[in-house]
Each structure stands twice: as structure tokens, then as C-alpha cells.
């Protein structure tokens, strides 16, 4: 069973930057799609950025450009660089997973759909005040 803890959050001015990070186990597949979505309070979930096996990226037009989603396959580690922060961005930030060859299932005309993914951690959260 695949197991994903985030690290990385904490609290931050408006306009810094914060570098979460996610350590992925208990999987052995090498098809996979892994990424990012966040939930703040009273709001849905919103889908982020995503990564696979290949390196490929996605990204939801809300967050592009202002974000970086990358991994370390030696480390089973994912992370996510987010820059420009602003008190919107306040939110739990969760990192996710699926068996899947990319992550067009993920993302699609700039929206990601974070139902796509079967497994997620318990979240970092992130604050950013004025």
C-alpha cells in the first residue's frame, strides 16, 4: 500500500516561497502518476501539478508559472516549489499518487481533477499572511 507523508509547510509573508516535499513508499511500480492538490477551509479541492515517471509535467492554469513540481527517484521523493505566495494560497497542500503510464488522466485544458488520484498523505498546511 503506497504511503505518501508531506513535509515543507509552515508560514509565510506574502510574496515568499516555500518548497514542499513528499516521501513516497510501499509501491514498486514504475507507471505512475504523482501530484499535488490543496483544500482550504470551506473551499473544494484543487487539483495542482503533476509529475510521471517520465518527468513529464502538468499543471492547472491557477497555479502555472508560479509553481514548480519536480521528484528525486533515488530519494522517493516528490516536491513542489511554489513562488509569488499570496494569502489565496493558504490551504492544506496534499501530495498524491496513481498507477497510471502519464498524467493526462490528471490534467486537462489547464483544470486538474484531483479525484484522478486513488492515494493521498494527510496533508502540510500552508499559511501566508499580508
Known amino acids: 500500500q503506497v504511503q505518501l507523508v508531506e513535509s515543507g509547510g509552515g508560514s509565510v509573508k506574502t510574496g515568499g516561497s516555500l518548497t514542499l516535499s513528499c516521501v513516497a513508499s510501499?509501491?514498486?511500480?514504475?507507471?505512475?502518476?504523482m501530484g499535488w492538490f490543496r483544500q482550504a477551509p470551506g473551499k473544494a479541492r484543487e487539483g495542482l501539478a503533476g509529475?510521471?515517471?517520465?518527468?513529464?509535467?502538468v499543471y492547472a492554469d491557477s497555479v502555472k508559472g508560479r509553481v514548480i513540481i519536480s521528484q528525486d527517484k533515488a530519494k522517493n521523493t516528490l516536491y513542489l516549489q511554489m513562488n509569488s505566495l499570496t494569502p489565496e494560497d493558504t490551504s492544506m497542500y496534499y501530495c498524491?499518487?496513481?498507477?497510471?503510464?502519464?498524467?493526462?488522466?490528471?490534467?486537462?485544458?489547464?483544470?486538474?481533477?484531483?479525484?484522478?488520484?486513488?492515494?493521498w498523505g494527510r496533508g502540510t498546511q500552508v499559511t501566508v499572511s499580508s
Open positions: 498524491a499518487a496513481r498507477l497510471d503510464e502519464t498524467c493526462r488522466g490528471y490534467c486537462s485544458g489547464g483544470f486538474c481533477n484531483w479525484g484522478y488520484f486513488g492515494d
Open positions: 509529475i510521471d515517471n517520465y518527468d513529464d509535467t
Open positions: 510501499g509501491y514498486t511500480y514504475s507507471r505512475y502518476c
